[in-house]
């Protein structure tokens, strides 16, 4: 499997607490998205991988490249183009 090269960001900043101003961990996203799911039955069996892929379904009619979305997304490019 080919590897990605890690590049730092782009991060949502936490907004409140003693780490405002800094990025967001992977595991205070899955609380907020936790929380969401209780909120919104609807959302019950969403998982983070059904989000992004169907946010990168979204993208390509807008003429975003697959290089853009790969950035985005955080999916290699050959994987969006193939």
């Not at 960001?9 to 936790?34: R, V």
């Amino acid at each position: 499997m080919q590897t990605r090269e890690k590049r730092p960001g782009p991060f949502l900043l936490q907004d409140s607490g003693k780490n405002a101003g800094k990025p967001g961990t992977a595991n205070q996203m899955w609380k907020i998205f936790d929380k969401a799911r209780e909120a919104h039955p609807e959302l019950g069996g969403a998982a983070w991988s059904g989000l992004r892929a169907n946010a990168v379904i979204r993208l390509r009619p807008h003429g975003h490249t697959g290089h853009r979305i790969s950035d985005m997304a955080g999916i290699p490019v050959e994987r969006i183009e193939g």
